[in-house]
């Protein structure tokens, strides 16, 4: 098949970890004997120029500045659609991750829609009240559907219950990992003190600030690695102690190289005031996956990942005791990784493209 996949997050260098879970779905399909062509917000050739990605992410800088935002990103998905309508003619399927703006902008278009809905992009439409707008346009496209998360799809089914029966007809399926690639970093022995290690964009909703909160709180000798960027990254290193570290941007060796020597990986995300959550982060999966312990937050679709540590959210302290607890008798590694070993991307690729057409229920 000759497939387009039009994203806001794509890798725009070599080892750069924005969207490299949608470069493996494009590499996995490619691998399977797909004709691939991208379609992705940025700069240089075969971008689509937008302030919205990137560092911080559409649907915080929608929080931030509602008006300019909504402006910015009504043109951004009118561009989109513009080059999805040039390319639309060679293609036999379209692939868009996250619903707005890239499954609205493939609305025009006549081959089959794959909409993936990953979490930011439902929270805000159902903040903007356009969720129902935008899945009733869907289903008349006779799109179909995946959501990273039971929680979003049950979300999705609560804000519009009107289409409860076709929503219960889409799919959940979480993003798939180089599960290979992972198996095979060299664990590092354990180390005195710990590293725990936060990989994630400097928004309020990874709660970051509640990791390095909880670092006062953490009995166990340990050091926290925080791996990213973004507009909170000032207001973070300003609170940070002397045992926490602000790596910045990180290539995604780095990362690996990260989780090789990490004791656990923290997840402290964040319910926001607007109601937004997370999908399923990916830094979660590609730990278990290196056999990493994990500590989360119990909220959107890391409730669902199996031998995870959860906790309540906001809350420093119920998260320097997890980790405590973590590190004094972490699981096994075979029983971390057995909980995402469906999830190689060859798998999840296919059975994605099954549901596109209409093999998968």
């Not at 070599?14 to 004997?33: I, L, Q, T």
């Not at 707005?100 to 159902?126: E, K, M, N, Q, Y």
């Not at 180390?191 to 400097?202: E, G, H, K, N």
């Not at 390095?212 to 973070?236: E, K, Q, S, Y």
Request: with cysteine; net charge positive.
């Amino acid at each position: 098949m000759k497939l387009g996949v039009v994203t806001t997050s794509y890798p725009r260098f070599a080892g750069d970890p924005a969207g490299s879970f949608v470069a493996e779905h494009v590499a996995a399909m490619r691998a399977d004997g797909h004709a691939v062509d991208v379609i992705a917000a940025g700069d240089g050739a075969d971008r689509i120029a937008s302030p919205l990605f990137y560092r911080g992410g559409a649907p915080d800088a929608l929080e931030r500045s509602p008006a300019a935002t909504a402006i910015e990103a009504v043109r951004f998905t009118a561009r989109l659609g513009v080059e999805i309508a040039r390319r639309a003619r060679r293609w036999d399927a379209i692939v868009a991750h996250w619903l707005a703006p890239s499954a609205i902008a493939a609305l025009l278009a006549t081959v089959p829609l794959l909409a993936i809905a990953h979490g930011g992009d439902v929270h805000t439409l159902r903040r903007m009240r356009l969720l129902a707008p935008v899945l009733h346009a869907l289903r008349v496209r006779r799109a179909r559907l995946a959501f990273v998360s039971e929680a979003l799809r049950a979300l999705a089914i609560d804000s519009v219950p009107s289409l409860r029966g076709w929503l219960a007809s889409a799919i959940v399926q979480p993003m798939g990992l180089a599960i290979d690639r992972f198996q095979a970093l060299p664990r590092e022995p354990a180390r005195d003190p710990a590293t725990l290690v936060i990989a994630s964009r400097l928004v309020p909703i990874k709660g970051v600030d509640v990791a390095i909160a909880a670092m006062a709180h953490v009995r166990t000798p340990a050091r926290l690695v925080i791996a990213g960027d973004g507009p909170d990254r000032t207001a973070l290193a300003r609170c940070a102690p002397s045992n926490v570290e602000l790596r910045g941007l990180v290539s995604t060796a780095e990362r690996d190289r990260l989780l090789a020597r990490a004791s656990v990986v923290v997840v402290p995300s964040r319910v926001l005031a607007s109601g937004r959550t997370e999908g399923t982060p990916m830094i979660a999966l590609e730990a278990l996956a290196a056999g990493v312990p994990v500590v989360a937050s119990a909220v959107g679709g890391l409730r669902e990942l199996p031998a995870v540590e959860l906790v309540a959210p906001d809350d420093p302290r119920a998260l320097a005791g997890a980790i405590d607890r973590v590190l004094a008798a972490p699981r096994a590694a075979p029983e971390l990784r057995a909980g995402v070993a469906g999830l190689a991307w060859p798998a999840v690729a296919q059975r994605l493209l099954q549901h596109l057409a209409g093999e998968v229920v």
